[in-house]
């Protein structure tokens, strides 16, 4: 099902994906908005730790906690309120207005001496999940979650082929807690030029797994954090969800396909169903934990069908930083200095715990 097109005033791009029996209705998008700066952000290289690092200084400008009635996000029947000019919507998705990365069709960066930089070439999109501007992931109807899982395919199979996009990485931020400066119910998408470090790092893990013992690294941890079963939170014939046996977070809870593949592209009508209904399931049981709705990130691991991707298998991990009712986790000296994590309480405790609230 093909989503309707439509462009905002300064030219970016507006897709509408509609639940059956629904028809978008866009409106002409009216607002004087600036011209794009195709150089707006760079690329820095560092060279101490082989990373690039993306420079955006306009993000500064960015909407940041807007009244209710003044939200970005919500349907905008005039044209003159809203990134999206319509009466309403079921999932829209479009490119972010303050991008860290923008104009993709470029070649990839290439690493160097000296200082290094290039533009900050990739695409950074906005997915809103629903028309109303209160509420959650968790809170939308299977059929609506599974709309949103078509828009990640769709936006990962175009952004995939398009050139100088090396990665696509659909996520969530949900919570004040996390930093989240728009409260409307909405993740983001951003196409990279280049690998990112973390999954460059468990790629070259795959890698050395297979050359090592044959199979593929994540499967075998899957089968293995089945068969011991302390950390699995919830399991259908299609999906797992567990705390992994290493968690890195106060809560951490990774989803697998049962079956290899290595993005939602590849997931088959059941799995991608499965998959809404297994996401749902996980994101409800964080709510239960505390009184308030749980401040998480949601990160879905993709990986593009070539050789240097082959090892990686599609998987989502969801972290939050809340370790209690009244406590936040914060990244401090050894986390953010040395990427050393400190888990305060084990990843079987959690994982019982995930497992009863159902
Ligand atoms: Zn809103």
């Not at 990640?152 to 990665?167: K, S, V, Y």
């Not at 799995?271 to 709510?287: C, M, N, P, S, T």
């Not at 709705?293 to 599609?314: C, T, V, W």
Request: hydrophobic fraction near 40%; include cysteine.
């Amino acid at each position: 099902m093909a989503p309707t097109r439509a462009k905002l005033a300064d030219g970016r791009d507006l897709l509408f994906f509609a639940l059956p029996g629904h028809r978008p209705a866009p409106v002409a998008d009216r607002r004087p908005l600036p011209g794009r700066d195709p150089d707006q952000s760079q690329l820095r290289y560092d060279r101490t730790t082989g990373q690039w690092v993306i420079v955006a200084a306009r993000r500064q400008d960015r909407t940041y906690k807007p009244p209710p009635d003044q939200c970005p996000l919500c349907p905008g029947p005039t044209g003159l309120t809203s990134e999206v000019p319509a009466p309403d919507y079921d999932v829209v998705v479009f490119e972010n207005r303050f991008p860290s990365l923008s104009g993709a069709g470029r070649a990839a960066p290439v690493p160097g001496d000296g200082f290094v930089s290039a533009p900050g070439h990739g695409r950074c999109e906005v997915v809103c999940f629903s028309s109303a501007h209160t509420g959650s992931f968790a809170e939308l109807e299977p059929a609506h979650a599974r709309l949103v899982v078509e828009a990640w395919r769709h936006r990962t199979a175009d952004l995939t082929a398009a050139a100088g996009i090396e990665q696509v990485f659909c996520f969530e931020n949900r919570g004040e807690e996390i930093g989240v400066t728009l409260t409307h119910p909405h993740g983001q998408i951003y196409g990279y030029p280049y690998l990112t470090p973390r999954t460059a790092t468990m790629l070259a893990q795959a890698r050395e797994h297979r050359l090592r013992h044959g199979g593929n690294l994540f499967a075998d941890l899957l089968a293995r954090e089945v068969a011991d079963g302390s950390r699995v939170v919830a399991r259908t014939d299609l999906f797992t969800a567990f705390v992994p046996f290493a968690a890195r977070w106060p809560v951490e809870v990774h989803i697998y396909p049962n079956r290899f593949v290595r993005n939602v592209v590849e997931l088959s009508a059941d799995e991608l169903d499965g998959f809404a209904r297994i996401y749902l399931d996980v994101l409800k049981r964080f709510d239960r934990m505390y009184a308030a709705p749980l401040p998480y990130i949601s990160a879905l691991h993709q990986y593009a069908d070539s050789e240097a991707q082959a090892d990686g298998y599609f998987h989502v991990e969801l972290m939050s930083i809340r370790r209690s009712a009244t406590k936040l986790k914060y990244l401090a000296a050894s986390e953010s200095a040395m990427d050393a994590f400190i888990g305060d309480v084990t990843p079987e405790d959690v994982a019982r715990r995930l497992r009863e609230l159902r």
